[in-house]
């Protein structure tokens, strides 16, 4: 069997072909990181996004003079201006301790009733398992999105909170295995622009270098698959199967 074709022998379609996407990240900005350009493309497309924020973000400064309430009011108003920028309809933060000490059964238990009342088309997060990753609150989030899909369509696992459903497909974002190349030359300034509106995050003495590097991998990766001789951006992202996420080596290579 051709693993490569696992998504299509199931039927699924591409990323840019899905009627709704819930996206879960750890922090409130990684989503515009790994994916602003392609939710804006998404949105554009008439695509309902939903975002769920995993933590509260106090631990994004490294001011000791500011406190972690006015932290946490920060960011949540910078969500809150950035979805607009985007066009993402709705937005809830768990409010789960940046970098605090929960689980990522804990998470699990929070996100399968959601995942099943929201019931998307793809859930997109960030990839777990990203050689060298080694911030806490990503590689918990990214592991307990993933399980939340095996259990989310599980009718005995978590009985009572909601119908069970099968999320068909997951996303992942930053991921050093990606086998989805997303064309976003058309809306990467919106994707600078939506995370220069984390203003607590990005609007800083080392924006140019961040930008400027994002924006030349972007750029790599855009020769790298549609073409030496043309300048553009892309965002790339690991795309499986609900079925890939369990008993399935093969899923690295897919
Ligand atoms: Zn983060």
Redesign the pocket.
Known sequence: MEYETMRQMLGLPSLLEIPSLLVI???P??NE?GAGATIKRLTERGVHVAYLTVTDGRAGTEDPSVTAEEMVRIRMGERQRVNQLLGVEVSFNLGFEDGGDWSEHQLMMTLVPLIRQFRPAMVMT?DPWTPYES?P??VKTGKAVAASLIYAKNGVALKGQGDPYDVPQIAFYGSAYPNQFIDVSDTWSNKLEAMQAHTSQFDLPNWPLVSGFLTEEAARLYREHFGMEKTGYVEAFKVLSSMQLHFFPEAVRS
Do not use: C, G, K, R
């Open positions: 990240e750890p922090h900005d990684d990181v960030v911030h609150d990503h």
